[in-house]
């Protein structure tokens, strides 16, 4: 742990770190499928996917929150479920925090792959249907390699987004320090204490810190995977 970080600011940090991880590493594959039926594919309630996968960016934050509280606490449906047949639990788990963070991240993750993929000529994959290729076996090999620096990029800008996200993680899963306080809400809760401003500076540097390294590592490697494609 570094010295000039306190216990508390650490475990935020770590945290944080933990949660957008696995947020955006599980979210991932669901986002290119979803990314690619709505680039690829046309079909009745296209545009009601569409409208739902992007609605946590319109719905308020607290919203949404509350909304994954009444479908994964507890006693909810879903949430009910996966604890009675798995003994999964994400309401004020950490693994509540990386679902919330999951679900606002989302939206981003898909819009950067989508864009990525209708760059691709559909030509190219035509051809390679032409020649005998499945469907999946053409994303493989044609599709995704093409498409690798909007990936990289949706999934740097889901961790980014996941790294600050507050309103809906502290409305599901509370702010419990060690447990359930991310950054966010450790800089929320440092600044409702008297002296704790010193705190909450340091952490909201080193969010400053890892956003501005997480969207410079998104172009660096956005543009080293197009110069490699565009060499091949």
């Known amino acids: 742990m570094p010295d000039w970080l306190t216990s508390d600011e650490w475990r935020a940090v770590n945290l944080s ?10 979210s991932l ?3 290119i499928a979803v990314a690619y039926v709505l680039a690829r ?3 009745w309630g296209k545009q009601l996917l569409n409208g739902i996968v992007h609605l946590p960016l319109i719905l308020p934050p607290v919203v949404t929150g509350y909304l994954l509280l009444l479908t994964f606490g507890r006693r909810g449906p879903v949430g009910a479920f996966l604890e009675q047949s798995f003994g999964l639990v994400f309401a004020f788990r950490w693994t509540g925090a990386a679902l919330a963070a ?3 991240a989302f939206p981003l993750m898909v819009r950067a792959i989508r864009l990525a993929i209708e760059a691709v000529d559909p030509k190219l994959e035509q051809a390679a ?11 493989l090999t044609v599709t995704l390699p093409l498409i690798l620096p909007g990936v990289i990029a949706g999934f740097i800008l889901a961790f980014a987004k996941a790294m600050g996200e507050f309103g809906a993680t502290i409305t599901f899963v509370a702010s419990i320090p060690g447990q359930t306080q991310t950054l966010p809400s450790a800089i929320y809760a440092f600044l409702q204490v008297p002296g704790g401003d010193a705190q909450a500076m340091r952490l909201v540097l080193i969010s400053i810190v890892i956003a501005m390294l997480a969207l410079l590592l998104s172009e660096w490697l956005g543009r080293r995977v197009a110069r490699r494609i565009a060499g091949t």
């Open 102 to 104: 999951a679900v606002m």
């Open 17 to 26: 770190l933990l949660v957008s991880f696995w947020a955006s590493v599980l």
């Open 29 to 31: 594959p669901f986002g």
């Open 41 to 43: 594919f046309d079909f």
């Open 129 to 139: 249907g032409t020649l005998g290729a499945s469907r999946p076996w053409v994303f």
